[in-house]
Each structure stands twice: as structure tokens, then as C-alpha cells.
């Protein structure tokens, strides 16, 4: 976890011809949601253009409100702005909007049509000036700045727009590009720095919207971009190629799995989108792909299409009244007309009181006679950390049984004798030390059973461990995150027996296992041969796992015995 005294500033910097960034930094986090759990602080990015006219592109939420209009009458007289862009609209940005409009009664609003909707909502009864961006659309601020309005819609933001300036080349993307880590660097240089971030903000925002993700970089691909100014973390210039070609990459990736579950919800006041976010995580993680799909936005024939060509499905609502929206019913029932029985299904939802909608959705799909990848998940107003967890564990939980499934229906022909198997048996008699990986982060706790481990270096000490994506734990494990390797005895069958068990989704891995705190806080399992606490300096993506380096900070020996060693028969499953 990223440790310092810093408070939260503006940090303000000239980056184009009469184009400024004001960069509201934190080095805190600033909610629960999956694509902050690396807590590595943020940066909201917001921009100036002060040509004949006056532009702002996308303040920051309420966390920074004071801090940044402070900032910006600093640099400019808010009577004379003339517009606000917005790339996107929450009811966080709106604290900011509401006071920025008390001092700038005149100011425009351009947004995409969908914002409208919920800024006369957030704003009620006020008067709004709004120019409303249908597809593309220019602003000219004179002095050369004609921008350039794209509409970018997607499942998470159906109101999403990016704006390109032809004079200064920068491209403002809103929620592409970006990545959740605060720093005093404005720009990318020395890129290669952020690629972890980078690829985990993608993960976690973009990967259940490939899509529309690939549709986006074919829109922009037609303009010519010296600077992606995001909405959050480090301006893109120095690996901007690099960077597209992987969103297209890792999007084309997604969009070519073998199995695809469709992920319907609707969020009144964004925690079910939350919680869908965190459940598209788990199943992309464990090599699913997922479409999402707004269905406040979406149409009756896009879900239809999508329900028909899935293998699962999962559906999520807010209870308001009592009730599921009508946009949700409307759903059901086309799932209900749709899906075939075999395919599997899955219900979440959060509420305020009661949370009538998710049991009606349960209610529903088993009595038609769906199964189910995992129990209903109910979540009483905004998810925190464990709850995002256990989400996210749900969703992995759904894919692997959806792969198993799949697998029973189409197995396999018999390679034994060939020249692969012998290969595999040969790879079979690589063997390790037999471990549980233990880790923490703020409030979220795991385990798993390890025994790809081996001793990387002498000087420092370090050892490598191979995750799975698919395991839950394998979100404590990103660069600066900390663990205990709990080294196994050969004579203590029972944590053996313990930790190679499945868990369901947020079950506590120690319930009956004795234990105790490490100096780096994570779990050491007294019963065991060694204990080592270790740092994650370093992550290597390999296949199906992740290789994780780690300094080895303390350790003892705890208990006389054998290290337990794993054989396997073969090299293709543990």
C-alpha cells in the first residue's frame, strides 16, 4: 500500500497552445470500487481551453471541489467560461458542477444526449443551457481551437464522449487510457512504468465492454493524436502507440473467448453497477468473456441478440418500491422467451431496505428451471472491499463451473500415448515446495494452496510464485502488495487437506486453522514448517498465470520436519 502524509492538491500544467491540465491529485483512495483496490492514490484530470471562448473539460467529483475551483479562479475568471464539457455524468461530478454554476450562472453544458437526462435530473427545477453532442459534433472556442465532439457509448457510460482539438493534436478520452496512480509525473515518460496499472485499469473498467471498446478505437483512428489527455493518472504521450495497440489487443482477446456470458443490469444509483463491475472482473479474470449490457439503454432486439448467443447469464437490479425497475422486468422476460434451460444463470442486486428484486429474479429463473453458478448476491447500499471480493470470487466461481459444463458436453478425445501426453508427463515431474500464500489488503483476506515456488535469487532473497488468474487471491498479489508463504511439513497432512478444498465465495480461508499477525499483517499459519514475508516488486504475464517476484523480508522457522513436496503425473493441471 502506498504510504505518505500528502494531502490533496491541484497540480496545474501547461500542455498544448492555450490548453492547461489541473490535475486534482490524492495519494488516498477515493471509494470502493474494483478499479481503486490497487490503492496507489489517483489523479482526476481536468482541462482548460481559453481561446476567443472559454472551455473546461470534465471537473473532478466532490472529493476535490474546493481544492479545484480555487485552482481554476486562480487561472481564469469564472464569469467569462463559456462551456463545460463533459465526457461523462455522475451525481459525484454534480456536487462540483452545482457550485461551479453558482458562480457561472451562464455556462454551457455539452454533453451527449443520455447526460442530459440525468443532469435535469440531479439539477431539478434549475434552468440548464445545454448543447446537446448526437453522434459527432463540433465547438469552435476560435483562435484555431474547432473541437471535435465524438460520441462514445458504452454499457458502463452510455453517455460517454471524447473531444479531439485539431490545433493542439490532444485527444481528451475521458475513461480510456487511463490509470489509478498519483505521482508528481505529468506525462508517460519512461511508460513502460505504468503498464501494470494501465493493463489492471483496463481489467477492471474495460475488458466486459470489448466491444464497444473496439468500436471506440475505430472511431478515433482517422485523427491525428499527439497527446490521450484521461480522465485519471498520467497523460499518454510517449507510449500512446504502444498503448492503443494493447486496448485493441487485449480488447480482440476478449471478444474471441471460446465461452461469453451476457451481464444485464441496471443501477439506479450506480452500487449494482458496481457490483456488476466486480463480478466482470471475476469472470474475465478466469477467462470468460463478458458482454454487459445497461439495460437502460439497451433495446429489447440488442438483449434478445445477446441472450440467444450466450452460454450464461447473469442479472442484476436495484430494488426501488419494492420492485425491480421495469427496464430489468423487461429484461427477464426476454431471457425467460430466450435462453435455453442448460444454460446457466446467476442473480446479484443491492437495495436500501428490503431487496425484493433480487429475491423476485431468483424466484423467477428457478422456477422455470435454471441452475444457478453461483447463490444470489445481496448487497445492502454501496459494496466495500469484502463485498467487492466476494463478487469478484462469484464470478470466477460462474466461469470455472460454466468451463466444467462445457467440458462435460464436449470432451475431449484421448491423446494418451501421444507425443503431447509423454510431453506432459514429462513437465508433470517439475516439483516444488508445497506453500499457503497467504495475503491481506485493507479488510480482504486470502489463501491459497501453492506449489509453484521456487527461490529466485540470493542477494536480495527473493522467490517467485505462479498465481493463476483465476484464483481470488491473485488480486492481492500486484506490485507492492505483501504475503506470507507459509511453507508446508510433509507431516501436516490436515492444512494440506484445509486449503486444497473450494471455497464459496467470502467463506473465511482460516475458520480452525491456528494463526497469527505478521509484521506486514497477513495471516501465518502456526501449524506450519517456515513462514516468509515477502514484497511484490515485480509481475510477469505467463499463459494462464501470473509470475510474481518478491523480496523476502523476515522469516523463521517454526517447527521440525520435511518440506511437503507436490508430484503430479502430469503438466497440465495441478
Keep these: 500500500m502506498l504510504e505518505t502524509t500528502k494531502k490533496k492538491d491541484v497540480q496545474v500544467v501547461i500542455i498544448g497552445q492555450d490548453t492547461k491540465v489541473l490535475r486534482s491529485r490524492t495519494w488516498d483512495r477515493l471509494k470502493f470500487e474494483v478499479e481503486y483496490s490497487l490503492q496507489k492514490g489517483t489523479t482526476a484530470n481536468s482541462y482548460l481551453i481559453q481561446g476567443e471562448k ?271 425497475p421495469t427496464q430489468i422486468q423487461t429484461a427477464l422476460g426476454i431471457v425467460l422467451n430466450t435462453a435455453s434451460k442448460d444454460k446457466l444463470a446467476g442473480v446479484f442486486g443491492s437495495f436500501g431496505w428490503s431487496g425484493e428484486a433480487i429475491d423476485f429474479l431468483e424466484s423467477k429463473l428457478k422456477d422455470t428451471g435454471y441452475k444457478f453458478g453461483f447463490e444470489p448476491i445481496r448487497v445492502k447500499f454501496k459494496p466495500d472491499d469484502v463485498m467487492i471480493q466476494t463478487c469478484q470470487e462469484a464470478g470466477i466461481d460462474f466461469a470455472q463451473a460454466l468451463i466444467k459444463s462445457q467440458q462435460r458436453r464436449s470432451p475431449k478425445a484421448s491423446v494418451r500415448g501421444s507425443g503431447s501426453d509423454r510431453t506432459a508427463q514429462a513437465v508433470g515431474r517439475v516439483v516444488g515446495s508445497l506453500c499457503v500464500m497467504s495475503a491481506k489488503r485493507g479488510d480482504v483476506t486470502s489463501a491459497m494452496l501453492a506449489s509453484w515456488v521456487s527461490q529466485a535469487s540470493f542477494n536480495p532473497p527473493g522467490v517467485t510464485v505462479a498465481v493463476a488468474k483465476d484464483r481470488a487471491l491473485e488480486s492481492l498479489t500486484h506490485t507492492g502488495d505483501q504475503f506470507v508463504l507459509n511453507i508446508l511439513a510433509e507431516e501436516k497432512k490436515n492444512l494440506q487437506r484445509h486449503f486444497i478444498k473450494t471455497f464459496t465465495p467470502g467463506e473465511d480461508r482460516f475458520i480452525g486453522i491456528q494463526t497469527k499477525e505478521a509484521n506486514n499483517g497477513c495471516p501465518i499459519l502456526e501449524d506450519a514448517l517456515a513462514y516468509l514475508e515477502c514484497k511484490v516488486v515485480k509481475r510477469m504475464e505467463c499463459g494462464d498465470h501470473w509470475l510474481v517476484y518478491a523480496l523476502v523480508e523476515n522469516g523463521q522457522l517454526l517447527n521440525d520436519g520435511v518440506t511437503a513436496v507436490h508430484f503430479r503425473k502430469t503438466g497440465i493441471h495441478y
Excluded at 217 to 235: C, N, R
Excluded at 289 to 303: G, L
Aim: net charge negative.
Design 54 to 324: 472559454t472551455a473546461v473539460i470534465d471537473p473532478p467529483g466532490e472529493s476535490f471541489t474546493q481544492n479545484y475551483l480555487e485552482s481554476l479562479q486562480l487561472r481564469l475568471d469564472l464569469h467569462r467560461l463559456d462551456y463545460v464539457i463533459l465526457g461523462h455524468f455522475n451525481a459525484n461530478r454534480g456536487g462540483t458542477l452545482k457550485e461551479l454554476l453558482a458562480i457561472a450562472p451562464s455556462v454551457t453544458f455539452v454533453c451527449s444526449n443520455p447526460s442530459v437526462l440525468n443532469l435535469k435530473d440531479y439539477f431539478k427545477d434549475e434552468e440548464l443551457k445545454i448543447k446537446v453532442v448526437k453522434g459527432e459534433d463540433t465547438l469552435d472556442l476560435g483562435s484555431g481551437h474547432k473541437l471535435q465532439l465524438l460520441t462514445t457509448p458504452s454499457p458502463k457510460w452510455p453517455d460517454g464522449l471524447m473531444t479531439y482539438d485539431p490545433q493542439t493534436q490532444i485527444l481528451f478520452t475521458d475513461k480510456f487510457f487511463g490509470a489509478h496512480v498519483c505521482g508528481d509525473q505529468v506525462a508517460d515518460e519512461g511508460w513502460t512504468i505504468y503498464s501494470e496499472d494501465r493493463r489492471f485499469y483496463y481489467d477492471c473498467l474495460h475488458a466486459a465492454q470489448a466491444k464497444q471498446v473496439l468500436s471506440t478505437l475505430e472511431k478515433i483512428s482517422e485523427l491525428t493524436v499527439k497527446l490521450y489527455a484521461p480522465g485519471h493518472g498520467p497523460l499518454v504521450r510517449y507510449g500512446m502507440m504502444e498503448l492503443t495497440n494493447l486496448y485493441r489487443k487485449w480488447s480482440q482477446e476478449q471478444s474471441s473467448r471460446d465461452l461469453n456470458v451476457v451481464l444485464l443490469y441496471a443501477s439506479a444509483y450506480g452500487n449494482t453497477a458496481i457490483v456488476a463491475q466486480a463480478i466482470a472482473r471475476g469472470l474475465t479474470k478466469a477467462g470468460v468473456a463478458v458482454e454487459s449490457i445497461n439495460c437502460e439503454v439497451a433495446t429489447s432486439n440488442e438483449i434478445r441478440e445477446v441472450v440467444e448467443k450466450c452460454d450464461g447469464f447473469i442479472i442484476g437490479s436495484p430494488t426501488l418500491g419494492g420492485h425491480a
